[in-house]
């Protein structure tokens, strides 16, 4: 925790997994572009699995549906 209401570089504890290669690379930090491609990484994952791919984002069914119509996908 940080002393200060700063944060710095050594707040953050990063943990990597051994031997997982991350295919996932940011081409922006707009939240709603991070959002819509971690939502078609997820839906590609569960094979397009909605209720796999809900409970794997921790939101319902509904907020899915909801966000996968903002983003036309």
């Known amino acids: 925790m940080s002393d200060t209401n700063i944060l710095e570089d ?5 943990t990597s997994h051994p ?7 940011l081409a922006t ?3 709603d572009e991070v959002e819509k491609q971690i939502i ?3 839906l590609k994952k569960s094979q ?3 209720s796999h791919a809900a ?3 921790g939101i319902t069914r509904t907020s899915l549906y909801r ?3 903002k983003y036309a996908l």
């Open 19 to 25: 031997g997982k290669v991350s295919d996932f690379e």
């Open 55 to 57: 409970q794997e984002l």
């Open 67 to 69: 966000r996968m119509e």
């Open 10 to 14: 050594e707040d953050f504890i990063l």
């Open 48 to 50: 397009g699995n909605i």
């Open 40 to 42: 078609m990484k997820v």
């Open 29 to 31: 930090f707009n939240l």
